[in-house]
T-cell receptor
Framework: GNSVTQMEGPVTLSEEAFLTINCTYTATGYPSLFWYVQYPGEGLQLLLKATKADDKGSNKGFEATYRKETTSFHLEKGSVQVSDSAVYFCALSGATNKLIFGTGTLLAVQP | KAGVTQTPRYLIKTRGQQVTLSCSPISGHRSVSWYQQTPGQGLQFLFEYFSETQRNKGNFPGRFSGRQFSNSRSEMNVSTLELGDSALYLC??????????????FGPGTRLTVL
């Protein structure tokens, strides 16, 4: 079945450092791919998405490119801020509109 | 446009009781999905409703049920609560059902604690 694997956390970075959170997927067909972010005590917020191969999703300085050849959707940001501290979830949806999530990666950014 | 709203935000119940959670989708969204989030199992899909019909169901026991009303609002019910049902229950809405590009927008969740 469909699945998502993302790198274990926590990831601890200093402010202005470069961020990469790895995400790979297994799916039949052509899923859509998403990154969601969860701040403490809150629900999930959509960060970015990509719906077909080679699409790049971007938002608030974050980027991820849908790579079908490597079945990956890695999240990157050039310069993280303390306010980016949160849990990040990679997810996919197939034909059924059901989201399958990775385990989440906790990001802690220190000033 | 108002986001997805969920009530109540926090709930404490005891084992054996039942509970009903409510979700109001974004105006115009007709699909509502429910997810359970726990530290051990992560985010798991419960079910999806569209036009008052359950279209997809996850791997949960029959104690978990839901429904959708004609105004797209949804409720989920858990009967005979167990300690393991303690979780954050998230509702998500999307504009249409079908296709692979429907984006789901999440509410703040209901934190259920079972004692």
């Amino acid at each position: 079945g469909n699945s998502v694997t993302q790198m274990e956390g926590p990831v601890t970075l200093s402010e202005e450092a470069f961020l990469t959170i790895n995400c790979t997927y297994t799916a039949t067909g052509y899923p859509s791919l998403f990154w969601y972010v969860q701040y403490p005590g809150e629900g999930l917020q959509l960060l970015l998405k990509a719906t077909k191969a080679d699409d790049k999703g971007s938002n608030k300085g974050f980027e991820a490119t849908y790579r079908k050849e490597t079945t990956s959707f890695h999240l990157e940001k050039g310069s993280v801020q303390v306010s980016d501290s949160a849990v990040y979830f990679c997810a996919l949806s197939g034909a059924t509109n059901k989201l399958i999530f990775g385990t989440g990666t906790l990001l802690a950014v220190q000033p | 446009k108002a986001g997805v709203t969920q009530t109540p935000r926090y709930l404490i119940k005891t084992r054996g009781q039942q509970v009903t959670l409510s979700c109001s989708p974004i105006s115009g969204h007709r699909s509502v999905s429910w997810y359970q989030q726990t530290p051990g199992q992560g985010l798991q899909f419960l079910f999806e409703y569209f036009s008052e019909t359950q279209r997809n169901k996850g791997n949960f026991p029959g104690r978990f049920s839901g429904r959708q009303f004609s105004n797209s609002r949804s409720e989920m019910n858990v009967s005979t609560l167990e300690l393991g049902d303690s979780a954050l229950y998230l509702c998500a809405s999307s504009p249409i059902r079908g296709g692979t590009s429907d984006t789901q927008y999440f509410g703040p969740g209901t934190r259920l604690t079972v004692l």
